[in-house]
């Protein structure tokens, strides 16, 4: 069967993820129902391809999507042993999950086929290779894929500063390096400057002082805690950390500004 869909092809590229944990151990059936928007006649081994690139690309398992089948007992595991997975209803369409998945295939397509397709015809294909978007290109191994910045904010808006210190850390631990988030000083600086600007200037602060642990060496930390100082009336503050920021920053011409602006010369 030749593949031409581009969900097919993503397919194929992630053939070779593998499987996560017990995933493998799975009962998955040669023939299957409900398909609507996967191809009628989709191979099994096409189709397990195409789950791979959900589980690998979201860092999910089957039952993320698919619904446990209602009456079926699942084996009992062994004091100390991992839960056994659950029996899954394949075509059903019980879960939130599953639906969402597939509007989500319909938009790739739609990114692959149309948008990208038509960059490939305007670009020099030789010096640019055609791109094509799969799930890893945004969720990069997380169910929801959103910046760093905008999950902190939301654990500051929902739950306070402290709460989102201690879920930046327990995130930095879990996926530093994976490409998940971005834990370069920027989402740290962005969120600061969002809360600052949300009239939050203790909650900056308090992220800026995250930053600063984080960042030793930086001289955008001392400087955007300066601004925020400057607009609370704190000039003595304000001073002390632009003086920091043009230490570690020499060449920070704002910084000098602001500074010379204070001191009167």
Known sequence: MRLTSPRLALALLLALVPLHGAQAQLAVPDTFTNLKVLPKHITKEQLLATMRGFTGGLGVRCDYCHAEKKGAAGAVAAPGAPAPRPHLDFPSDAKKEKRIARAMLKMVEGVNGKYLAKVAELSDTAAIPHVQVQCVTCHHGVPLPQTLTAVLARDVAQKGVPAAIE????????????????????????????????????????????????????????????EILLKQGDRAGAIAAYQRALELQ???????????ELQGQ
Do not use: C
């Open 167 to 226: 879920h930046y850390q327990k995130l930095k631990t879990e996926y530093y390096g994976s490409g998940a988030y971005d834990f370069r000083e920027g989402s740290l600086d962005d969120l600061a400057l969002r809360l600052s600007g949300a009239g939050k200037p203790d909650d900056a602060l308090a992220i800026l002082t995250l930053a600063g642990q984080e960042f030793p060496q930086s001289g955008a930390v001392p400087f955007l805690r300066g």
């Open 250 to 260: 020499p060449r920070n011409e704002m910084a000098r500004r602001r500074l010379a």
